[in-house]
Structure formats: structure tokens, C-alpha cells
């Protein structure tokens, strides 16, 4: 299920999805600027997963310094 939220006037949708049975990734999209996804392990919980991505988003948005 995609969720969404603005962060500093910058769109992010994101979507969590599960592999296998306990194997959690993410991507979003963020704005223009492109789509993002997790490279690293996959994330024992959805909870994890959707922690990450937040940070992840938000750090990025910070870089872009708008």
C-alpha cells in the first residue's frame, strides 16, 4: 500500500513491499528528483523498513537544501 507526505514542500510517495516472509524493502519517489530504493538487507518488520525510508527521504530532502 503506497503512503504519502509532504516534507518541506517536497512530495514523497512510498511503498513497502515484502519479498518473502519477513523480508521488508522500500522505495519511494520524491517529487522530480527520482526513485529511490533500499540497498541495503532487507528489514525484519514493516515497522523497520518504513523507519528507514522516512529517514532516508527526509536526509535526501535535506541535501537538496530547498
Not at 540497498?39 to 527521504?57: S, V, Y
Request: proline share 2%; glycine share 10%.
Amino acid at each position: 500500500m503506497p503512503e504519502s507526505f509532504f516534507h518541506q514542500g517536497h512530495y514523497v510517495n512510498l511503498e513497502l513491499t515484502q519479498r518473502t516472509f519477513g523480508q521488508w524493502n522500500w522505495v519511494y519517489t520524491l517529487d522530480t528528483h527520482g526513485r529511490f530504493e533500499n540497498q541495503g538487507a532487507a528489514f525484519g518488520t514493516r515497522e523497520l523498513a518504513m523507519a528507514d525510508a522516512l529517514e532516508n527521504a527526509k536526509a535526501r530532502i535535506e541535501r537538496l537544501g530547498h
